[in-house]
């Protein structure tokens, strides 16, 4: 008997398999018409972040302090400073302003199975002077800012209506570590960081990014305060 009405499904399917067609063709009509209808209904911003190299990087140096946690043992003592130069754009369908800006990372320690290596995160600090870079005719190229103003630039813009983009750069700046606490190196000492936005709804955007490690020196040419705004702010 089962193998009789199997039969009779069989031949009914091959008998309307132009009808069976049409139904599966309306159906995926009607699903994308639905399925576009309450994307259009639910409005809410999205970022989308384009990384710009020149002024994305990090550098991790000693300072001339020793940490001494207990009698007989002395660490020296670190700092790391991070800057990310980005263009933001609101791809979504409802405008947004910028909050709060965190860069992401992981401490440099050991692989371990079963121990999960959190990311360390940093707010965004106040750069003092913008990062700029010297041209041939001794004028200066000023990047501008995201989110705080300085001295030299009031782009403060931090307000993305639908198809609006930003562009600026972020600073971050590590309090003084000692052991481990600077960011995992990859082979080529770069090292992967998270760049998270987190907007006046409360939404967090984030985004991940390879960032190239420079020497001090070089990173001072970009902006004389590298690496020196936790002294500068006490």
């Given at each position: 008997?089962?193998?009789?009405?199997?039969?009779?499904?069989?031949?009914?399917?091959?008998?309307?398999?132009g009808?069976?067609?049409?139904?599966?063709?309306?159906?995926?009509?009607?699903?994308?018409?639905?399925?576009?209808?309450?994307?259009?209904?639910?409005?809410?911003?999205?970022?989308?972040?384009?990384?710009?190299?020149?002024?994305?990087?990090?550098s991790?140096?000693?300072?001339?302090?020793?940490?001494?946690?207990?009698?007989?043992?002395?660490?020296?003592?670190?700092?790391?400073?991070?800057?990310?130069?980005?263009?933001?754009?609101?791809?979504?369908?409802m405008?947004?302003?910028?909050?709060?800006?965190?860069?992401g990372?992981?401490?440099?320690?050991?692989?371990?199975?079963?121990?999960?290596?959190?990311?360390?995160?940093?707010?965004?600090?106040?750069?003092?002077?913008?990062?700029?870079?010297?041209?041939?005719?001794?004028?200066?190229?000023?990047?501008?800012?995201?989110?705080?103003?300085?001295?030299?630039?009031?782009?403060?813009?931090?307000?993305?209506?639908?198809?609006?983009?930003?562009?600026?750069?972020?600073?971050?700046?590590?309090?003084k570590?000692?052991?481990?606490?600077?960011?995992?190196?990859?082979?080529?000492?770069?090292?992967?960081?998270?760049?998270?936005?987190?907007?006046?709804?409360?939404?967090?955007?984030?985004?991940?990014?390879?960032?190239?490690?420079?020497?001090?020196?070089?990173?001072?040419?970009?902006?004389?305060?590298?690496?020196?705004i936790?002294?500068?702010?006490?």
């Amino acid at each position: 008997m089962k193998i009789e009405y199997i039969e009779q499904i069989i031949n009914w399917t091959n008998e309307n398999s132009g009808f069976l067609s049409l139904i599966l063709f309306l159906a995926t009509i009607l699903y994308g018409w639905l399925s576009g209808l309450f994307s259009s209904l639910i409005k809410k911003p999205k970022l989308k972040v384009r990384f710009i190299p020149k002024v994305c990087f990090y550098s991790t140096y000693y300072v001339d302090e020793k940490y001494e946690p207990k009698e007989g043992e002395k660490y020296d003592v670190h700092k790391t400073g991070f800057v990310i130069y980005a263009s933001i754009s609101n791809v979504g369908n409802m405008p947004t302003a910028i909050d709060k800006i965190y860069i992401g990372y992981k401490k440099n320690k050991e692989f371990r199975l079963f121990e999960r290596n959190r990311f360390i995160w940093l707010a965004q600090w106040h750069s003092f002077t913008p990062f700029k870079t010297k041209m041939k005719n001794d004028s200066d190229l000023i990047y501008p800012t995201l989110r705080i103003k300085n001295f030299f630039t009031d782009n403060t813009n931090d307000y993305l209506r639908t198809g609006e983009s930003i562009t600026g750069t972020a600073y971050f700046e590590q309090f003084k570590a000692w052991g481990n606490f600077n960011p995992i190196p990859n082979d080529d000492k770069s090292t992967d960081i998270k760049f998270k936005i987190v907007d006046v709804y409360g939404r967090k955007f984030i985004f991940n990014h390879e960032l190239r490690y420079v020497e001090l020196d070089e990173a001072r040419e970009l902006n004389e305060h590298f690496g020196n705004i936790e002294y500068l702010s006490t």
